[in-house]
């Protein structure tokens, strides 16, 4: 059970959702996530990137919770000089009930080339997209994930992304 200056402090603290970590890093409020994704790509296209070279998307899951089971993120990373693509991050445990999209409410796209990039620009502009997979064949690390829109935008565990419809 947290303490009540825990919830306070948590209250007080601005809620950040995702996070742009390019030239400088941009933070965004949850439900604003499709302007956090089209600022991803804006400094993917006019390579303003960290000093490593690297441009990285955070999605943070659980910022306002004290509840760790909620708690979680997934990193989109792009390698400047070896124009790759990976995905690395911490899953919830919890799983959110995504039967209730249709197979028309989810896209599909595998990281690699534009594709990622494509996939990205229709899942923050077209709203009839409820979910977004992204698989990652030749990364070491997380193989796939899935950020699912419901205002503002969650991970789906693997067991959720298993019982999506195809």
Not at 42 to 63: A, H, K
Not at 101 to 109: F, K, M, N, R
Request: net charge neutral; aromatic share 10%.
């Amino acid at each position: 059970m947290p303490k009540k200056h825990e919830v306070a402090e948590a209250r007080e603290r601005p809620m950040y959702g995702l996070e742009v970590h390019a030239d400088k890093v941009y933070k965004f409020q949850s439900f604003r996530w499709r302007e956090a994704i089209m600022q991803f790509l804006n400094c993917l296209w006019t390579e303003r990137f960290q000093p490593n070279d690297t441009l990285r998307l955070t999605v943070l899951s659980g910022e306002a919770e004290i509840c760790s089971a909620m708690q979680a993120d997934i990193n989109l990373s792009f390698h400047r000089m070896r124009r790759t693509w990976e995905s690395t991050g911490v899953f919830p445990c919890q799983n959110f009930p995504a039967q209730i999209c249709e197979p028309g409410d989810i896209l599909w796209a595998t990281a690699q080339g534009h594709e990622t990039e494509s996939a990205l620009a229709r899942f923050a502009k077209n709203r009839s997209f409820k979910v977004l997979v992204l698989r990652f064949p030749d990364c070491p690390h997380v193989r796939e994930f899935a950020l699912w829109d419901q205002g503002s935008l969650h991970i789906l565990n693997r067991g959720a992304i298993d019982s999506l419809p195809r």
